[in-house]
């Protein structure tokens, strides 16, 4: 039914935001030796999404209890 539904997402927006962080943290070990504004611009988006994906999980974990 729907908490089933609610899980499932649950466990694939955990999922999407741990393989944000292992993006996040091998960009910024690149920033040490490329400091183009490409670098900084993927780094900043992936940032936001994460911070996105962090306030989906609060509320899925919240609607589940």
């Known amino acids: 039914g729907k908490m089933a539904n609610k899980s499932k997402l649950l466990?694939?927006?955990?999922?999407?935001?741990?393989?944000?962080?292992r993006k996040v943290s091998?960009?910024?070990?690149?920033?040490?030796?490329?400091?183009?504004?490409?670098?900084?611009?993927?780094l900043m988006k992936l940032k936001k999404e994460k911070l996105q994906l962090k306030d989906e999980i609060a509320k899925l974990e919240k609607e589940l209890g």
């Open 26 to 42: 091998e960009i910024t070990e690149l920033r040490k030796y490329d400091r183009s504004p490409e670098s900084k611009i993927i």
């Open 11 to 21: 466990r694939k927006a955990v999922m999407h935001h741990e393989y944000l962080n």
